[in-house]
């Protein structure tokens, strides 16, 4: 891990990316999204560390870590965006810049899907990109470093 890493948080469920609903999220798998992440980086000269947990408090301590071991924060906080106070107060305090990510446009989805914990602790916002959100989000971040 160096000075030039971007942790890259995945929440709940987003391990089944591929298997289900690709009119939503698209055919690629998590796996396929950390690979283009890691080439998107890469040209950058940055690397990933790039993460999956479908536990909260996990997440919260991979963020609690990362203003230690890595230079910013790419999250898609999937369910947790909308219910996740404890992420919401760990971004807030986490040191490093933030982009939010996700691979549908939630506000264009279930009122459910409105509001956004992480929203207001991001300085990068991008959805309803597919999995070539995530490359967009690293590249604001190392406009932003
Ligand atoms: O659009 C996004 O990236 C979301 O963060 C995805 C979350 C959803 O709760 C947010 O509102 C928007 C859901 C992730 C579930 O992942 C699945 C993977 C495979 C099949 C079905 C769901």
């Known amino acids: 891990?160096?000075?030039?890493?971007?942790?890259?948080?995945?929440?709940p469920n987003l391990n089944m990316l591929g298997?289900?609903?690709p009119e939503?999220?698209?055919?690629?798998?998590?796996?396929?999204?950390?690979?283009?992440?890691?080439?998107?980086?890469a040209g950058l000269g940055l690397d990933i560390d790039f993460r999956q947990s479908n536990h909260e408090g996990e997440i919260v301590e991979w963020i609690q870590r990362a203003r230690d071991k890595h230079c910013a924060i790419g999250i898609n906080g999937a369910a947790y965006?909308?219910?996740?106070?404890?992420i919401h107060d760990a971004l807030k305090l986490c040191g490093v810049p933030v982009a939010e990510i996700?691979?549908?446009e939630p506000?264009?989805?279930?009122?459910?899907?409105?509001?956004?914990?992480?929203?207001?602790?991001?300085?990068?916002?991008?959805?309803?990109?597919?999995?070539?959100?995530?490359?967009?989000?690293i590249q604001k971040l190392a406009e932003l470093l």
Do not use: W
């Not at 939503?24 to 980086?41: K, M, P, W």
């Not at 956004?116 to 959100?133: D, L, M, R």
């Open 19 to 21: 298997t289900r609903e």
């Open 102 to 104: 996700h691979l549908s």
């Open 24 to 41: 939503i999220y698209g055919h690629q798998s998590l796996h396929d999204i950390e690979n283009l992440c890691r080439d998107t980086a």
């Open 81 to 86: 965006t909308h219910t996740s106070l404890a």
């Open 107 to 137: 506000k264009q989805r279930e009122e459910f899907r409105h509001f956004s914990y992480i929203e207001p602790t991001a300085q990068i916002h991008v959805s309803g990109k597919g999995a070539s959100g995530y490359s967009e989000a």
């Open 1 to 11: 891990m160096t000075a030039k890493t971007i942790l890259i948080i995945n929440g």
